[in-house]
């Protein structure tokens, strides 16, 4: 097995150097693709310094499905990894990951997340949707048949979140299994504080509502899930209102953003649903543009 290994990075140099250390000591023998987006802190001397990195790839995009795809471009193994800049392999990731694939073409595992008190970490997360069951994967930890990834056309570049669900409805839709590999794991160890981040509600129902429409259609069962989460959120957003975490006018703001999305979304979904028929679902894939890469980088034949 040839194993190549993309590691998409933005603004994050000090944390791209400790995953690149771990990767090379559980990986030594995996090509090591580094795609950096537009970084503005020293990533590209810091990773054109190191002996341990085969391609480096410059990207002007700031989304990381255009990062993933441009690593799967000049990627030369049979095997395909997507790991995370700010997550470390832990001891075993290569053979858990070996493991995996002898039961599917697809593998992914756990995060190990440190957090104060102690450590969380995940378990497998399935769906069953319009009778289809799937098999949800971590963007940042995943390992793909590199004909897989051919066949999907790679991630879709139209979202800027959710590309790895997006990708899970996708293998279900082609009938691709995913298997999940507790011993495949990473570890974040840079959210120790537990702090809250600014949530795009616009963007996380844009891309929920697009990938639903896209790969189901507009049916009964995308409305019910996409009506069940902003209920969700919206019963959170008034808890924070009535706790005194947030003001009335967060509550009404989030609800327009929410419904806006949601339009978008579903507009943008038939679209794509149109121009796309294939079981791939993919109308902005590797093979629509060739020109992801500003600068590109290559020490194999050295």
Same mark, same amino acid.
């Given at each position: 097995m040839?194993?190549?290994?993309?590691?998409?990075?933005?603004?994050?140099?000090?944390?791209?150097?400790?995953?690149?250390?771990? #990767?090379? +000591?559980?990986?030594?023998?995996?090509?090591?693709?580094?795609?950096?987006?537009?970084?503005?802190?020293?990533?590209?001397?810091?990773?054109?310094? =190191?002996?341990?990195?085969?391609?480096?790839?410059?990207?002007?995009?700031?989304?990381?499905?255009?990062?993933?795809n441009a690593?799967?471009?000049?990627?030369?193994?049979?095997v395909?990894?997507?790991?995370?800049?700010?997550l470390?392999?832990?001891?075993?990731?290569?053979? +858990?990951?070996?493991?995996? *694939?002898?039961?599917?073409?697809?593998?992914?595992?756990?995060?190990? %997340?440190?957090?104060?008190?102690?450590?969380?970490? @995940?378990?497998a997360?399935? /769906?069953?949707?319009?009778? %289809?069951?799937?098999?949800?994967?971590?963007?940042?930890?995943?390992?793909?048949?590199?004909?897989?990834?051919?066949?999907?056309?790679?991630?879709?570049?139209?979202? @800027?979140?959710?590309?790895?669900?997006?990708g899970?409805?996708? #293998?279900?839709?082609?009938?691709?299994?995913?298997?999940?590999?507790? @011993?495949?794991?990473? %570890?974040? @160890?840079?959210?120790?504080?537990?702090?809250?981040?600014?949530?795009?509600?616009?963007?996380k129902?844009?891309?929920?509502?697009?990938? *639903?429409?896209?790969?189901?259609?507009l =049916?009964?069962?995308?409305? $019910? /899930?996409?009506?069940?989460?902003?209920?969700?959120?919206a019963?959170?957003t008034?808890?924070?209102?009535?706790?005194?975490?947030?003001?009335?006018?967060?509550?009404?703001?989030?609800?327009?953003?929410?419904?806006?999305?949601?339009?978008?979304?579903s507009?943008?979904?038939?679209?794509? =649903?149109? %121009?796309?028929?294939?079981s791939?679902?993919?109308p902005?894939?590797?093979?629509?543009?060739?020109? $992801? +890469?500003v +600068? $590109?980088?290559?020490?194999?034949?050295?």
């Amino acid at each position: 097995m040839r194993l190549s290994v993309v590691v998409p990075t933005l603004n994050g140099r000090d944390q791209l150097s400790s995953c690149l250390d771990r #990767l090379t +000591a559980e990986a030594p023998d995996a090509e090591i693709i580094v795609v950096n987006g537009p970084s503005a802190d020293g990533t590209t001397g810091m990773v054109r310094d =190191r002996d341990d990195v085969d391609v480096l790839v410059e990207v002007s995009a700031r989304t990381v499905n255009v990062a993933r795809n441009a690593g799967i471009e000049v990627a030369s193994g049979d095997v395909i990894a997507f790991v995370s800049y700010d997550l470390r392999v832990e001891d075993d990731w290569r053979q +858990a990951l070996v493991d995996g *694939l002898t039961d599917a073409p697809v593998v992914t595992g756990p995060t190990h %997340r440190t957090v104060t008190g102690g450590m969380t970490t @995940e378990s497998a997360e399935q /769906r069953q949707i319009a009778g %289809r069951d799937v098999t949800y994967f971590s963007g940042g930890n995943v390992a793909f048949e590199a004909d897989v990834l051919e066949d999907l056309d790679g991630f879709d570049e139209y979202l @800027e979140t959710g590309g790895a669900r997006d990708g899970a409805h996708r #293998l279900a839709g082609m009938e691709v299994g995913v298997r999940w590999q507790p @011993e495949m794991c990473v %570890r974040c @160890e840079y959210e120790a504080d537990g702090g809250q981040t600014q949530r795009d509600w616009g963007w996380k129902y844009r891309a929920l509502a697009y990938r *639903l429409v896209k790969n189901y259609g507009l =049916r009964p069962t995308v409305l $019910r /899930r996409t009506v069940s989460h902003a209920l969700g959120d919206a019963a959170a957003t008034a808890r924070d209102v009535i706790g005194g975490d947030a003001q009335p006018t967060a509550w009404f703001g989030t609800g327009r953003d929410v419904i806006s999305g949601i339009a978008t979304g579903s507009s943008d979904g038939m679209v794509a =649903r149109a %121009r796309d028929r294939e079981s791939s679902r993919n109308p902005h894939g590797i093979s629509k543009r060739a020109d $992801r +890469a500003v +600068a $590109r980088y290559d020490w194999r034949d050295k």
